[in-house]
């Protein structure tokens, strides 16, 4: 890897890294369906610089707008595509354009030289050969999801920071095992001490490797890129920054279908909830036509309603404030499976000046007034016990959710992983907002939000080391749309007309088709 200050002495007299490895010849990239990925470089690529390297390449998503119309008061218009990420092709290399931070990186493919005008411009914070071959430093538990979505665990060779909230299985194996480094953190790694005392220590015994940096980190620190998906104001946006990461190594056709996938479940999820809260008059709907997305005046009302919320010791309960910054997820949730939830009145609470004004707690009488008739509740942590026994059960039960347990938490993979793993099931964690509220097929038994009377706390499987560059692939069934799986005309006001879907329905889809049925009929 060089840096932008390196590059331009060594581009001609040194190789990148100084690491041998295969060669293809150009010719035969000209029919290739993917890019190169792995130990391959390139050769002879001055005999036809023209050639497209990356014939693969990222492509945004189109973002449908849960909801429709503003929800919210004019507060909020979301995002019809990835905001913050952009990257373009030329040839034999990519910059990458960190919109949030203003920082580009270019990439070129390894086997050829970056263009000298690019080197000379002073343009990058950094340029770097792909696939990159130095090894990652991760600062942050969000970054592990679409690292082990891409199959790419064995190139994280250093972790900074407390380690005990990772709960990828395999990563804690890899630093259980010394071949992840923790820096600056909670282990004390034998042999590697001194590399792992700092940052700067470990790029000085790992001079390629690449730290991947927040949001907020410093764009300008050594060998850095800045990863900032979690500013994007979509669920789709966050996560279609997994292309970041396969753009470093070539896979942006494996992101393109991930991305894809989840997008794909999500929307027909919603499309589902939509079909299924809505009237028939309002449904008129056809095999290929889509739900309208819009709440019809007047019956916002009877929608069912959420609460979420959880306490914070010394404040007090944070809840819904749809919408107000990217981290709101739960506003896009309700708005997607076409639920009502509580958002917290403008001038209710208090916004302590100690967290700089921007969080609002509500008392325990502000929130019983909020919260008391919400008719599910998901309180989004793994302290549900602590604040039960700090309040006492006499509290709780003046709230309707909690008498009729319809209560949930975030511990139904594990306790830790919502602020990790949960990135890679963002749309898991719709579908699970669409069963709890009772707006989907029926079929999808909610994974992440456990409710707190009957499920127990999930617990992460163990590590399949013998394939530990396994890409990691979330164990739900994929969703089956209702509408196009019934093939639904309606006809009026109580009819249904399930038209002839013989040659569209399988026989697996049969069981999706009879379950459908049942709750389809419940709504006329």
């Known amino acids: 890897m060089f840096t932008k200050l390196a590059i331009a002495a060594a581009i001609v007299t040194q190789p990148a890294f100084g690491i041998e490895t295969n060669t293809v010849d150009t010719n035969t990239l000209l029919i ?58 030329h040839n034999n290399y990519k910059i990458i354009h960190n919109k949030f931070v203003n920082a580009t990186y270019l990439l070129y493919q390894c086997g050829t030289e970056p263009p ?5 411009s002073g343009n990058h914070k950094l340029i770097l050969e792909v696939p990159h071959k130095g ?68 790029l000085a015994a790992y001079p390629d490797a690449l730290v991947l940096g927040g949001p907020y980190d410093n764009p300008d620190a050594a060998n850095t890129m800045v990863i900032a998906g ?25 992101s393109n279908r991930i991305a894809g996938s989840a997008q794909q479940n999500y929307d027909c999820a919603s499309e589902n909830s939509y079909f299924l809260s809505t009237s028939p008059i309002q449904r008129k709907l056809k095999a290929t ?50 639920v ?37 509740w998901v309180y989004k942590s793994q302290h549900w016990l602590k604040v039960f026994e700090e309040k006492g059960e006499e509290y709780f039960q003046q709230f309707k959710a909690y008498r009729n347990q319809q209560v949930y938490d975030t511990q139904g993979v594990s306790p830790n992983s919502w602020y990790e793993q949960r990135l890679a099931e963002y749309y898991v964690v719709g579908m699970d907002v669409c069963a709890i509220m009772g707006v989907d097929d029926g079929l999808h038994k909610s994974r992440w939000l456990r409710n707190i009377f009957n499920d127990p706390i999930g617990v992460m499987p163990q590590c399949n080391v013998a394939e530990i560059d396994e890409p990691y692939v979330a164990p ?23 038209k002839d879907n013989a040659g569209a329905v399988s026989a697996v889809q049969g069981f999706t088709l009879i379950a459908s049925l049942a709750v389809v009929a419940s709504l006329w």
């Not at 000298?116 to 000379?120: G, K, N, Q």
């Not at 789709?236 to 056709?253: C, M, P, R, S, T």
């Not at 036509?289 to 819009?294: H, M, N, P, V």
């Open 135 to 202: 090894g990652l430093l991760l600062t942050s538990t969000v970054q592990i999801p679409a690292i082990e979505l891409l199959g790419l665990r064995s190139e994280v060779k250093a972790y900074v920071g407390n380690t005990k909230w990772i709960s990828s299985p395999c990563l804690n194996h890899m630093l259980d095992e010394g071949e992840i480094i923790n820096v600056d953190g909670d282990r004390d790694d034998v042999g590697h001490s001194e590399s792992a005392s700092s940052v700067e220590a470990f």
């Open 116 to 120: 000298v005008e690019e080197v000379e």
């Open 32 to 89: 290739d369906v993917e890019n190169t990925i792995g130990d391959t470089c390139i050769k002879d690529f001055n005999t036809n610089p023209t050639a497209d390297l990356f014939p693969t390449k990222w492509s945004s998503p189109s973002i449908k707008t849960y909801g429709d119309v503003d929800l919210y008061g004019a507060k909020f218009e979301p995002s019809v595509t990835t905001e913050l990420l952009d990257i373009t092709y």
């Open 476 to 498: 739900v069934s994929d969703c089956m749309p209702i509408a196009a799986t019934l093939n639904v005309v309606s006809e009026g006001e109580g009819e249904v007309n399930v």
């Open 340 to 376: 009502k939830i509580l958002s917290r009145p403008e001038g209710v609470g208090n916004a302590p000046e100690s967290l700089g004004g921007r969080y609002w707690y509500l008392s325990d009488e502000e929130f019983l007034e909020f919260g008391k008739d919400a008719d599910r």
């Open 289 to 338: 036509t889509s739900t309208t997305r819009r709440v019809a005046e007047g019956e916002e009302d009877g929608r069912p309603t959420l609460l979420w919320a959880s306490w914070f010791s010394g404040y007090g309960w944070s809840v819904a404030s749809c919408p107000t910054y990217q981290s709101d997820t739960e506003c896009e949730w309700a708005a997607a499976c076409n």
């Open 230 to 254: 979690s500013q994007e104001n979509t669920n789709v946006g966050q996560f279609d920054w997994i292309a970041f990461y396969a753009a470093l190594y070539n896979k942006e056709d494996m």
